[in-house]
């Protein structure tokens, strides 16, 4: 019998926060690191209990817990998980000691506070993810928003305050449309309850505009094409921990939303623009990947290629079939593992050259091995070399594509090609060739220490992990995404037997 | 027995794996044996698997290996599963023995190379990925290796990544130009794959037979030419031959090995494996043929050309493989493999052979600066003469065989195949003629290289000779008439009728004919110098220049794919992303914040405003849900 915590959920969200206090708590600056660790593996130790109390082929929510919160308006503190979160939030408590870890070593200033508000971002993730009540996503959701902002303007490069700025009024003006649409589903469902909205059908009029507000949101949040110009510049700016976690996890917040909220409670809305969507989705891939070709610096470069990675999810959540949401569900910790361990490569290498240009960079290779065989392993799951994770993701994501619109597919295939152009230029530049720069020389440049390797060798795994046995992932996937798509297809056909009920005697009959 | 065909997997894996920790603290000679060893046992494995297949009725000749699920969504499924029949134990002997010989070889050739911990640990590696390839039991897991080989041919390619000449500039260039190029055949590949169980269903090999009968023809084609698309980058075929001459910039065992022997033909197997396919979509057959010998003739007619031993022996292969792929193409697929067999003989030994004279001439193959080596070198000699003669298709040497195959199948089906195939192998016995004749006979061309050429040593010529060996004899496998090769495929490959007798004939009448006159061409030409070939030539004069820079096909590409590509990136990045969506979002954030000077005004502080337009706001709401909504 495995061991079992009550409140697990709640255990594990507010650890962090817990931490956070302590952590401006105690007095030295290396306590306040240490306890921070701790906090973080802590939580990463008690998330594994989902995996290992994990009730196996059920679909619904695991672990509930409730209580009501404001009951005039029927808000609750619901939390739950299933198969399409439960990676999320195994995700997030997994990355997080890497990034804290990593600011360890490399943040100095004002450490205590750095940590807090990484924690504090620790449990604002995973509150959106476990939630159950809309209200109390959107309090997540909106409450990620300020330790990131602090994260990005304090701690951040040269153009931080730019960054930080429009990071914040961006996302923050996409979600207060949702604000807005979270009132007139209440007021049209009479409930905040997340399970209960999926299954209630709402009048198209409330969809409509419900769906576009929620969209515009987690469009900026995600980032889709055209709503991503902000991400590149967080990404230059921010600190490499706050990059592997801006990529990493608060990405996933707007595709989790697409696939938990938009797409699942407003069914018909999502139909009627579905094309748009996968249509953004894809221009996203190629536009995101050809970009990325021509970037100087690496940090944007693999900023854009998260524009490119992001449109396969999309297009995975867009087809809404078993094959493209699993895939998408998988992609996103996918992108999660290997953008992160970009960020983190990349942030390895500007600790020791305090610079990310390419153009000072080549023949790593001969100076810095290990460090450079890790970086072609990591482009390479990122490029979805099969065998390694990425593939796996794209790969079942196309399959559903084409089962949505068969043009989606081919040009989501496309840029399987130009991934592997942008990221062996990439390579090249950086490992390849002669070392023109004697900072680049084995002399003065250090390769990985133990405590480094400690980082990038656990999501070195992972990448074999879910690229060779991606079903100890998909059974768990599964279940959750084929219910929510019957559940999804039932409303739909509900609401076309309502509106045209000769139609639907007919087909009964047939 | 079959149950024990994960070791012919763990052998190089479990290489790779020591190389890649411990090799740093053990001496070359002791990796490289342990590299050899890893692909030797592996050879062992196979040949086990094919006695265990001998041993059992023909009909029952297919045995699946089922490790575990690999991928599961609904309908969709792909175990991690080999599959153990004739045509893939005969892939996985010539991957491991033909592996195992230029193993050894490397011992020698990479003494001298203080990054020999990687060369063997990529090199056990491409092994591993070539058998998954190879013995996979669906498409998705062939993929698998079929990307895998890519990859350990992108980190061989550009082994010296440091490195640049004239020749090839960088190295790593190389390496990077091979990995896309091929990313545009796997392209078509990813599509195929969706094409395919979109439309059947199912992407295990095993279970196609049946289903591919409800396909449409059509459909068949489609999924047949995006194979086909694969099939032309991994087997450098018309238009995506490009990357296999700058290959070359790889160490010379690996040219052997993976640019000649094993890796470019996995397109050709990969046909061959889905055979069953392209007889529904029988149309695309034909477009493969064409590209098959039009890639022949295209390749040959640089070879002839090309200045760089390597670079002769890299469109050779190139025409070589255009003629498997012509065969597969006709659908006679027993000639394919077969002419994929012999050649893996006989190239991997020209390779190797090249490999030596560059051994001792520290890395000079240009024929300007070659000549008479056959004195100094006489095994290297010997051997390559075998090679060469087998790939000019001298009677009774492996290479006449299975060329004649693939020609007579050809005059029986389509004249017009025939004929551009012949002009392509009289243009192959002329090069590779050339090759041996300005290499090693002769006067010597630069004094100063001839006196410090040497014989190579004994682990570099032993694997010669063994494979001189083969070049001679793997004819007797598949011997006109008798066709033993064909008969043991006829559980992959089905039946096929056989052309008549007059035309088998005169097909091998022709190829004894042209294969003389080439090498006499050859003979007269650079040898013998004579006036009248010469005179004979002087009219195709006015295409030397085009042919001396491969029809210009290169920068082709580069002029109308390449630029544009990155023109648009650079426009995108440069202008269209920060100025027109950027400026539009920041454009946006002025006029609210505009908007928000103006509106700053309301917020007078009173609270009695905040709360009447608070009312104001319920009332709206509840005005909105009550009587509108």
């Known amino acids: 019998m495995a061991l079992s915590i009550p409140y697990l959920l709640t255990v594990i969200t507010f650890l962090p926060l817990v931490g956070a206090v302590l952590v401006t708590l105690v007095p030295s600056d290396g306590t306040k690191k240490w306890l921070a660790l701790a906090t973080t593996g802590g939580t990463f130790l008690v998330s594994l209990l989902l995996w290992t109390n994990w009730q196996q082929g059920e679909a619904g929510m695991q672990f509930v817990e409730e209580a009501v919160w404001f009951a005039p308006l029927g808000v609750r503190y619901a939390l739950g998980v299933d198969g399409i979160s439960l990676f999320l939030v195994l995700l997030t408590t997994f990355l997080m000691p890497i990034a804290v870890y990593f600011s360890m070593l490399y943040v100095h200033k004002r450490i205590g506070a750095y940590m807090a508000l990484m924690l504090l971002l620790e449990t604002s993730m995973l509150g959106v993810f476990l939630s159950l009540d809309l209200v109390l996503f959107f309090v997540f959701f909106e409450a990620s928003l300020i330790p990131m902002y602090f994260l990005i303007g304090e701690w951040g490069g040269q153009n931080r305050v730019y960054a930080a700025v429009k990071f914040f009024l961006y996302t923050f003006a996409g979600s207060a449309l949702m604000v807005v649409a979270l009132l007139i589903v209440y007021f049209s469902a009479g409930t905040f309850d997340i399970v209960a909205l999926q299954k209630t059908p709402l009048p198209l009029a409330v969809q409509t505009w419900a769906f576009l507000a929620f969209s515009l949101a987690f469009a900026v949040k995600t980032p889709l094409f055209p709503f991503h110009t902000w991400l590149p510049d967080a990404h230059v700016q921010a600190p490499t921990a706050g990059s592997i976690i801006l990529a990493g996890v608060l990405l996933k917040m707007g595709t989790y939303g697409f696939l938990r909220l938009a797409m699942p409670i407003f069914p018909q809305a999502a139909e009627q623009y579905g094309p748009l969507l996968g249509t953004l989705a894809v221009v996203g891939i190629l536009y995101g990947a050809l970009v990325a070709l021509v970037q100087k610096d690496l940090k944007s470069l693999v900023a854009y290629s998260s524009v490119a990675h992001l449109g396969y999810v999309m297009l995975g959540v867009v087809s809404m079939n078993a094959q493209g949401v699993s895939g998408a569900v998988l992609q996103m910790v996918n992108h999660g593992l290997s953008t992160g361990a970009l960020f983190l490569m990349v942030g390895l290498l500007y600790e020791r050259r305090h610079t990310r240009l390419l153009s000072e960079f080549g023949g790593l290779w001969a100076s810095v091995p290990v460090y450079t065989g890790l970086f072609l392993v990591v482009a390479m799951s990122s490029a979805g070399l099969p065998g390694l994770n990425g593939f796996v993701g794209e790969f079942t994501i196309m399959l559903g594509a084409y089962s949505y619109s068969p043009v989606f597919a081919v040009l989501a295939a496309a840029g399987v090609i130009l991934a592997a152009w942008y990221l062996l230029t990439a390579f090249r530049k950086l490992a390849q060739g002669p070392i023109t720069n004697p900072a680049n020389d084995k002399a003065n440049l250090k390769d990985l220490n133990a405590g480094e390797l400690a980082m990038v060798l656990p999501l070195v795994l992972l990448f074999f992990v879910i690229g060779l046995f991606p079903n100890l992932f998909f059974d768990k996937i599964n279940p959750s995404v084929e219910a929510m798509l019957a559940t999804r297809s039932a409303l739909i056909q509900q609401a076309t037997a309502e509106q045209m009920p000769a139609l639907a005697e007919t087909v009964e009959e047939q | ?629």
């Open chain 2, 1 to 629: 027995m079959f149950d024990s065909v994960w070791l012919l997997f763990a052998f190089p894996a479990l290489g790779a794996l020591l190389i890649l920790f411990v090799g740093q603290r053990l001496s070359q000679k002791v990796v490289g044996w342990l590299a050899a060893a890893a692909v030797a046992g592996s050879f062992l494995v196979a040949l086990t698997l094919w006695l265990g297949l001998l041993g059992l009725p023909a009909a029952e000749r297919s045995v699946t290996v089922t490790w575990w699920d690999w991928m599961r969504i609904g309908s969709f499924h792909v175990p991690a599963a080999v599959l153990i029949d004739p045509l893939s134990v005969i892939m996985a002997m010539v991957v491991t023995g033909v592996g195992a010989l230029i193993h050894i070889y490397s011992i020698g050739y990479m003494d001298h190379e203080p990054r020999y911990q990687r060369f063997f640990f990529y090199l056990n590696f491409f092994i591993l990925a070539m058998l998954t390839l190879v013995m996979s039991n669906n498409f998705v897991g062939m993929f698998v290796g079929w990307e895998g080989v890519g990859l350990a041919s992108f980190l061989l390619i550009g082994f010296w990544f440091d490195k640049k000449d004239d020749l090839y500039g960088w190295y790593a260039d190389c390496g990077k130009k091979a990995f896309i190029v091929n990313r545009v055949g796997d392209f078509g590949m990813i599509l195929a794959m969706i094409l395919l169980w979109s439309t059947v269903g199912t992407l295990i090999f095993s279970e196609l037979g049946e289903a591919v009968h409800s396909l449409a023809p059509a459909t068949a084609s489609a999924i047949c030419l995006l194979l086909l698309l694969g099939a032309t980058g991994k087997s450098a075929q018309i238009p995506l031959y490009v990357w296999l001459p700058d290959a070359m910039a790889g160490p010379t065992p690996v040219s052997a090995l993976i640019h000649a022997a094993t890796m470019v033909t996995a397109g050709i197997y990969m046909i061959i494996r889905t055979n069953l396919l392209w007889h529904v979509g029988a149309a695309a057959g034909d477009v493969a043929a064409w590209i098959g010998v039009l890639t022949a003739l295209l390749a040959a007619t640089i070879a002839l050309v090309q200045t760089d031993l390597k670079k002769i022996l890299a469109y050779s292969t190139v025409s070589q493989l255009g003629f498997m792929l012509a065969a597969a193409g006709m659908a006679v697929y027993g000639a394919a493999l077969f002419h994929l067999v012999t050649h893996a003989f006989f190239k991997a030994l020209l390779f190797l052979a090249a490999g030596s004279v560059m051994h001792a001439t520290h890395g000079v193959l240009d024929l300007k600066r070659l000549g008479g080596l056959k004195d100094k070198m006489p095994a290297t000699y010997r051997t390559f003469v075998v090679g060469a003669a087998a790939l000019a298709g001298v009677p009774l040497l492996s290479g006449f065989f299975s060329k004649d195959a693939i020609l007579v199948a050809a005059l029986d089906k389509n004249i017009g195949l025939y004929l551009v195939g012949a002009v392509t192998a009289l243009l192959t016995a002329v090069y590779s003629f050339r090759a041996v004749f300005v290499t090693f006979h002769g006067k010597p061309r630069d004094k100063h290289l001839y006196e410090h050429v040497h014989e190579s040593p004994r682990v570099m010529t032993a694997p010669l000779w063994i494979l001189a060996f083969f070049s001679l004899a793997a004819g007797l496998i598949n011997l006109p008439f008798i066709l033993t090769l064909d008969s043991w495929l006829k559980p992959v490959i089905g039946e096929h009728e056989h052309p008549a007798l007059v035309v088998e004939l005169l097909g091998i009448l022709l190829s004894v004919v042209i294969a003389v006159l080439g090498i006499l061409i050859a003979r007269a030409r650079y040898l013998t110098k004579e006036g009248w070939v010469e005179r004979l030539v002087q009219p195709l004069a006015v295409l030397q220049p085009l042919v001396e820079h491969r029809w210009y096909v290169d920068e082709l590409y580069s002029l109308l794919v390449v630029s544009p590509i990155q023109g648009i990136s650079g426009w995108f990045a440069r202008f269209f992303d920060p100025k027109v969506i950027d400026g539009a979002v920041n454009s946006v954030g002025g006029v609210i914040s505009d908007a928000g000077e103006a509106v700053r005004k309301l917020q007078n502080g009173a609270i009695p405003t905040y709360a009447f337009s608070l009312l104001l706001g319920v009332v709206v709401v509840l005005f909105y849900f009550l009587f509108v909504g």
